[in-house]
């Protein structure tokens, strides 16, 4: 069989040379010339092209749509964020920063997939560890004496010939790679995890599963930004992307799907890490409410919502006075830029001067969230730390701040509010918004209009004391 053939196409103009060149000889853009396999093409006139009603425009309420079947792996935090489970024919990309779980994960979902009545093999294609340690992590999971441990079939190449070849022959319910940085493909003499190899590789692999109806997951590598690696395209060839996330010291991981053509990609899923592999959070909205200290200064409780599902989260902030230089400006879990906004907002608004301070802002239990409604317990957690004054047990918090210093409705409040009541929260202060009720559950809800009201109400000047207007000359550090 002869050798596939290869050029280097500019992924910029379109032009192509037959070696690498470090710039473009056609736009002259730098870097841009990517090793691609050479494929005959098909005459307008085969007899291989579409015929009959594949290609006929058809009005949209005549297209009858595909059945479709999934697939639950009986993780109901990972069939939550998949839609519903595991589609037949489904390319899956899983990225994460190493050490996180990912090989964690997708065994355990390869033991899902056994649990099924109707579950074929698993395939496991590992380009970056032997078959010996993908069994010693199998054996901590506990995986080697049940059905796994018989039916999850073990291939330790690169190669992706040798694995597509492979998962011919053994017909599986589902084909894992790990990773698809590792993986080489024929006829591209790129290194492995190279642009052309990565976009090949990925090509194949979803041209096969596609064509054969089995779902394929592929984990991938992250940048030290925290970016899936590899080109663009990836994200473009694949029909999910998930995001495991989370400190890897602390036990929460998060699960996210930046992309789902099956389903929504706004769920999220709460999984710890245990010494049985990733389990799911009994109650995902208690996880992120830490077990310190909550009537210290600097600490406020944030109702946030990811998805569908109300999660409280406790948000820590410090200020210090600053030392020589610029402040710093130190965040985990959130938005530095939003933490910008809000000192110039308390500033200019409400009469709080933090821009000569050194700010650090944190969320507990390794959450990560990027809601707007997080402004609102971001500045309770500043202005408490600063006056050091604690702010009051029992009230949790949510809306997002304006630069006026209004405060903005939020979406899905009264599922935030009964969260918040279920916990045992006693008073929310919220933005104000039509129909919203006085009570929920015996939690009382505040609502307000204005930053400075809310600072006012949760940290007043001095008992019976009006609330700071935005004209305010004095500073609530004064008091």
């Known amino acids: 069989m002869a050798r596939p053939e290869s050029r280097h196409v500019c992924q910029a103009c379109g032009a192509t040379s037959a070696r690498w060149e470090g710039r473009c000889h056609q736009c002259g853009a730098w870097g841009s010339l990517v090793e691609t396999i050479v494929r005959p093409g098909v ?14 425009p058809r009005p949209l309420r005549e297209v009858a749509p595909a059945p479709v079947g999934r697939m639950e792996i009986g993780a109901p935090e990972v069939d939550r964020v998949l839609g519903g489970g595991l589609v037949p024919g489904a390319l899956i990309l899983l990225g994460g920063e190493p050490g996180i779980g990912k090989s964690t994960l997708v065994l355990e979902l390869a033991a899902g997939v056994l649990r099924s009545p109707d579950g074929r093999a698993v395939l496991y294609a590992t380009g970056e560890e032997s078959a010996e340690q993908v069994h010693l992590r199998a054996a901590r999971l506990g995986l080697l004496e049940g059905r796994a441990g018989a039916d999850v079939q073990v291939l330790a190449t690169p190669e992706l010939e040798t694995i597509l070849e492979a998962a011919d022959a053994i017909h599986p319910g589902l084909l894992i790679v790990d990773s698809v940085q590792t993986l080489t493909c024929p006829g591209l003499d790129g290194p492995a995890g190279s642009v052309g190899q990565v976009r090949e590789a990925a090509a194949r692999l979803g041209a096969w599963s596609h064509a054969r109806g089995v779902p394929v997951v592929l984990v991938g590598h992250v940048t030290k930004d925290g970016t899936l ?38 769920e999220v899923g709460v999984l710890e890490m245990t010494g049985e592999g990733l389990r799911g959070v009994a109650d995902p909205a208690r996880a992120f409410l830490g077990e310190g200290l909550r009537d210290a200064p600097g600490v406020a409780v944030a109702a946030v919502l990811e998805g569908t599902r109300p999660l409280l989260v406790e948000v820590q902030a410090l200020v210090a006075p600053a030392g020589i230089g610029v402040p710093r400006r130190t965040v985990a879990g959130l938005d530095a830029n939003r ?36 402004d609102l317990p971001l500045a309770l957690a500043l202005v408490s730390t600063h006056l050091d004054r604690p702010v009051p047990a029992g009230i949790v918090a949510c809306g997002e701040v304006s630069l006026l210093g209004e405060l903005r409705p939020v979406r899905g409040l009264e599922r935030r509010l009964r969260e918040a009541a279920r916990l045992g ?12 009720p006085a009570e929920v559950e015996g939690l009382v809800v505040r609502p307000v209009r204005t930053l400075a009201d809310a600072l006012g109400r949760v940290l007043p000047l001095r008992d019976g004391a009006a609330p700071p207007s935005r004209t305010a000359a004095g500073s609530l550090r004064d008091a």
């Open 43 to 56: 005459s307008a006139r085969s007899p291989e092209r579409a015929s009959g009603d594949a290609a006929r």
């Open 229 to 266: 690696a590899g080109p663009r395209t990836l994200e473009h060839l694949v029909d999910v992307v998930l995001q495991l996330e989370g400190d890897r010291y602390g036990p929460l991981r998060l699960l996210r799907s930046a992309k789902n053509r099956f389903g929504s990609t706004d």
């Open 339 to 374: 933490l910008a906004l809000l000192v110039a907002v308390l500033a200019r608004r409400c009469g709080t001067n933090l821009a000569g301070h050194d700010l650090y802002a944190s969320l507990t239990g390794g959450a990560d969230v990027e809601e707007p409604a997080l």
């Open 425 to 436: 929260f006693r008073e929310a202060i919220v933005p104000v918004t039509e129909g919203i």
